[in-house]
């Protein structure tokens, strides 16, 4: 007797996997966690495991974690390598539908302090990090027309004093994004950036710890406050999903209105 329906195995659609970089803190944490209310699996990488472990505890579906210092090309290939296995393997087709570049690192120095291995150090954590591992991703992201969201900052289009290095990464990121969605827009592939003003992080504890410095910089902002990682996951959600599928090379700011 001869089935004309499909295989159950034919009829079930492809895993979609997520890929997050500096998901064991702030933003890149708070985007794992909204991210797995919605895919089925999500890779977090970072350099620190007991961080990455956290967040896949708190995570709401499977996670895999994958320590890599993506500032080391040869640690970049490495994670190229094992996340086309990771999703390769198993029964079930599985398809790569996101990346989010946010890891990155901040530091102030007034220009004329600022080293060569200073700028070295912003260039390979905020910029070259982003890019080998979205080539490296290529393939992959092509195969499922994916998305990736840059995770760039408001000091990328308004710089402020003592910020020069890293001011130019996320400048350069914002203009590498652009020139990436004209290339790959014939692939599906859509590249945004989304710019968060002042977030509520680690990478500012040592403000944040200092009560009135915290009051100043929450008058600072028009809105009044600074913002809350959630605030910036929530973006880089709609940037990925359906919901911005026709939105390829532009940058949402998401500051409280610092920008203006
Ligand atoms: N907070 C803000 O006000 C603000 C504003 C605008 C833009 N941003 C951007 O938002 C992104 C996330 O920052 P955050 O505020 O959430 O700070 P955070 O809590 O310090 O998170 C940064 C994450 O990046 C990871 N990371 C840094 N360098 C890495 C490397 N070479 N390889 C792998 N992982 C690396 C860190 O991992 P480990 O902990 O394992 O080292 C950490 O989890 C950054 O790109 C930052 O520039 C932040």
């Given at each position: ?22 998901a ?10 909204r ?94 990090s ?13 195969a ?10 408001t ?28 290339e ?49 996951a ?9 919901a ?17």
């Amino acid at each position: 007797m001869t089935n004309s329906k499909l295989a159950p195995s034919d009829q079930i659609s492809p895993l979609q996997y997520a890929i997050i970089t500096g998901a064991g803190s702030g933003i890149g944490r708070a985007t794992a966690l909204r991210f797995s209310e919605a895919f089925d699996r999500l890779i977090l990488v970072g350099r620190t495991e007991g961080k990455l472990k956290i967040t896949a505890t708190e995570a709401q579906c499977p996670c895999e974690v994958l320590v890599c210092d993506l500032s080391q090309s040869e640690q970049v290939a490495n994670l190229t390598q094992k996340v086309m296995g990771l999703l390769s393997q198993g029964s079930r087709s599985a398809e790569l539908r996101a990346l989010v570049n946010n890891a990155g690192v901040f530091d102030r120095t007034d220009f004329l302090d600022s080293s060569d291995e200073n700028w070295t150090y912003h260039f390979e954590n905020n910029l070259m990090s982003a890019v080998r591992l979205t080539r490296g991703l290529f393939p992959l992201l092509k195969a499922a027309k994916g998305h990736v969201t840059n995770v760039s900052s408001t000091l990328g289009l308004r710089p402020v004093a003592q910020t020069a290095a890293y001011s130019a990464m996320k400048a350069a990121m914002i203009n590498w994004t652009q020139t990436l969605a004209l290339e790959w827009a014939p692939y599906q592939i859509r590249i945004n950036c989304v710019a968060p003003g002042l977030i509520e992080t680690p990478m500012h504890q040592h403000l944040l710890s200092q009560p009135e410095v915290r009051a100043q910089m929450d008058k600072a902002q028009p809105l009044g406050r600074m913002g809350a990682p959630q605030e910036i996951a929530e973006a880089i959600y709609f940037l990925s999903s359906q919901a911005s599928s026709w939105t390829t090379g532009s940058v949402l700011s998401v500051d409280g209105g610092i920008h203006l």
